[in-house]
């Protein structure tokens, strides 16, 4: 739980049931393999009526009159990093925004609308900008060729990216070593990229809070690591931050 007094009865089952990691709704070997739908809908069922056993039904219509989350994630669509999960979030306290390698393209109306909802229609005061080792789309971005297109152009900026920095992260002992560098290298160059949003420096001129960090969530045991590259005011990021990795020799833009 982020702020409230719900607790996300979703984890109870997961709690309950430690020395033995939970097989899943869907496991593909189940013996007896229901259709996916009428799980999910029976699931979301005992869910419900969990949630309104234990707090009554205004766990749900207290949230009828409309959203006031404070925070705004945005992360990667892999299904190893439940964003709601990981957080212990409950419902009305994340707005979430989830695709290939945790992206912020200019030119994506799907991303841009989010943040700008966010920021001009929620007064959301704080973006964490979440990447996570072992993402599929960083490690894709540093060999696209074989990709559909849509993919390729989607991550192109993070290909960029690399290839910049190709000599520093090549000359990293492993593979895994240098893909966990470009994501963290990801989440700088879009820590900088969004603290340069019009909608971003609007809000800090209008002396409105804005808080923007850049996080990495580890698979491996499952928890969530700041970069320390906060910002929460305008240029701060080049002030702070972009000096010494320019002085380490590494570079990115405020695009994508
Ligand atoms: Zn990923």
């Given at each position: 739980?982020?702020?409230?007094?719900?607790?996300?009865?979703?984890?109870?089952?997961?709690?309950?049931?430690?020395?033995?990691?939970?097989?899943?709704?869907?496991?593909?070997?189940?013996?007896?393999?229901?259709?996916?739908?009428?799980?999910?809908?029976?699931?979301?069922?005992?869910?419900?009526?969990?949630?309104?056993?234990?707090?009554?039904?205004?766990?749900?219509?207290?949230?009828?009159?409309?959203?006031?989350?404070?925070?705004?994630?945005?992360?990667?669509?892999?299904?190893?990093?439940?964003?709601?999960?990981?957080?212990?979030?409950?419902?009305?306290?994340?707005?979430?925004?989830?695709?290939?390698?945790?992206?912020?393209?200019?030119?994506?109306?799907?991303?841009?609308?989010?943040?700008?909802?966010?920021l001009?229609?929620?007064?959301v005061s704080t973006i964490?900008i979440?990447?996570?080792?072992?993402?599929?789309?960083?490690?894709?971005?540093?060999?696209?060729?074989?990709?559909?297109?849509?993919?390729?152009?989607?991550?192109?900026?993070?290909?960029?990216?690399?290839?910049?920095?190709?000599?520093?992260?090549?000359?990293?002992?492993?593979?895994?070593?240098?893909?966990?560098?470009?994501?963290?290298?990801?989440?700088?160059?879009?820590v900088r990229l969004a603290s340069n949003l019009k909608t971003v420096t609007e809000r800090w001129e209008k002396g409105l809070p804005l808080v923007i960090h850049g996080?990495?969530?580890?698979?491996?045991?499952?928890?969530?690591?700041?970069?320390n590259v906060t910002v929460s005011s305008k240029g701060q990021f080049d002030e702070l931050y972009y000096p010494?990795?320019?002085?380490?020799?590494?570079?990115?833009?405020a695009?994508?």
């Amino acid at each position: 739980m982020l702020y409230s007094k719900f607790i996300s009865a979703g984890l109870l089952s997961v709690v309950a049931s430690a020395t033995v990691v939970p097989r899943g709704l869907f496991a593909k070997d189940s013996l007896v393999r229901r259709d996916i739908v009428d799980t999910i809908i029976s699931e979301d069922e005992h869910w419900a009526e969990a949630n309104i056993a234990n707090y009554g039904p205004e766990f749900f219509t207290s949230h009828l009159a409309g959203q006031n989350p404070d925070l705004l994630y945005i992360g990667c669509s892999d299904s190893r990093v439940p964003s709601d999960v990981f957080m212990n979030a409950t419902l009305g306290e994340v707005f979430t925004h989830r695709n290939i390698a945790n992206s912020i393209v200019l030119g994506d109306p799907n991303t841009m609308s989010v943040i700008d909802y966010a920021l001009v229609h929620l007064n959301v005061s704080t973006i964490a900008i979440t990447g996570h080792t072992g993402c599929g789309g960083v490690k894709a971005s540093m060999d696209p060729e074989e990709l559909e297109k849509s993919i390729k152009t989607f991550i192109k900026p993070i290909t960029r990216l690399y290839q910049k920095n190709k000599s520093y992260i090549d000359a990293l002992p492993t593979d895994a070593e240098r893909q966990s560098f470009l994501v963290q290298l990801n989440v700088m160059r879009l820590v900088r990229l969004a603290s340069n949003l019009k909608t971003v420096t609007e809000r800090w001129e209008k002396g409105l809070p804005l808080v923007i960090h850049g996080l990495v969530y580890r698979m491996e045991n499952g928890t969530l690591h700041d970069l320390n590259v906060t910002v929460s005011s305008k240029g701060q990021f080049d002030e702070l931050y972009y000096p010494p990795l320019k002085a380490q020799g590494l570079e990115f833009c405020a695009c994508s």
